[in-house]
Nanobody
Framework: QVQLVESGGGLVQAGDSLRLSCAAS????????MGWFRQAPGKEREFVAG????????WYADSVKGRFTVSRDSSKNTMYLQMNSLNVEDTAVYYC???????????WGQGTQVTVSS
């Protein structure tokens, strides 16, 4: 089992930055592939960014490349999402997720709201 707790969401203006955190417990953090997803009102949940286990290789959705950065601190069992140049289209509930050994995204946090005003 993996427990994930997100934090850091809030209300910001377009062009601002925000950093989300995801604290993980219950599994070997450094070996677990983790990711960020988001769900805007009326839309399906979509992938935002990921970080592979072991070597922490990041990958991103095209919509956030160059603006968002995913990182992780294994000493704190925490993953981060640095979001820069936010725009209104980034408004969503952001979720932290982790894969199991079959590469399935089955562990989810409760989500944190990010609202970007124009």
């Amino acid at each position: 089992q993996v427990q994930l707790v997100e934090s850091g969401g809030g209300l910001v203006q377009a062009g601002d930055s925000l950093r989300l955190s995801c604290a993980a417990s219950g599994r070997t953090f450094s070996a677990t592939t983790m990711g960020w997803f988001r769900q805007a009102p009326g839309k399906e949940r979509e992938f935002v960014a990921g970080s592979t286990g072991s070597i922490s290789m990041p990958w991103y959705a095209d919509s956030v490349k160059g603006r968002f950065t995913v990182s992780r601190d294994s000493s704190k069992n925490t993953m981060y999402l640095q979001m820069n140049s936010l725009n209104v289209e980034d408004t969503a509930v952001y979720y932290c997720a982790a894969r199991n050994s079959r590469s399935e995204w089955i562990y989810w946090g409760q989500g944190t709201q990010v609202t970007v005003s124009s």
